[in-house]
């Protein structure tokens, strides 16, 4: 994951996880169906809008609300492959990197506009806005943070470490 390219959705501030999949949903953890009713509240439609690789960019506050894990495995399956804010709800935030989707702190989001394509450097940490052309820092992410995503998740990394560990007990390298 060196570098990643997108097309941005643009949404606005507190968007939680209501939001991002109505409560009437959660009667499923199928992420197939849960993809196919990503922000449908706010935006009707939007799960047949977006491309897989595609960007969320949104203000302050993205995923408060509830704690479910359903918003970014439903954001994951439905093929988006970042959000961008200038912050997170903290259990959003810890669940995104358990689900395996990259989430980005940025502040400079207010010039990145709807149907811009963006290009996420993770080694530099730089969003490059090649619409615009113009350059955007993000927060570094911890490095286990990191490690989770490379992994696909907090299940999968748990699942290489056991891997790991029962070699070593077996004296395999």
């Given at each position: 994951?060196?570098?990643?390219?997108?097309?941005?959705?643009?949404?606005?501030?507190?968007?939680?996880?209501?939001?991002?999949i109505a409560a009437r949903y959660l009667n499923t953890s199928d992420e197939n169906i849960l993809a196919r009713h990503i922000m449908e509240d706010a935006r009707a439609g939007f799960a047949d809008m977006i491309h897989k690789g595609d960007f969320i960019v949104a203000d302050e506050n993205f995923g408060c609300g509830s704690s479910r894990e359903h918003a970014p495995l439903a954001l994951k399956a439905a093929g988006i492959a970042c959000v961008i804010a200038p912050s997170f709800a903290r259990i959003f935030y810890r669940n995104a990197f358990n689900m395996g989707l990259l989430i980005l702190e940025c502040d400079e989001i207010e010039?990145?506009?709807?149907?811009?394509?963006?290009?996420?450097?993770?080694t530099e940490g730089v969003i490059k806005n090649l619409t615009q052309n113009q350059s955007y820092t993000f927060r570094k992410i911890p490095d286990f943070m990191f490690?989770?995503?490379?992994?696909?998740?907090?299940?999968e990394y748990a699942k290489t470490q056991l891997h790991h560990t029962t070699l070593h007990q077996k004296g395999i390298s």
């Open positions: 994951m060196q570098s990643l390219e997108g097309q941005v959705w643009k949404f606005g501030k507190n968007i939680d996880t209501d939001v991002i010039n990145i506009n709807e149907g811009d394509t963006l290009r996420i450097d993770m490690k989770l995503l490379q992994s696909g998740g907090l299940i």
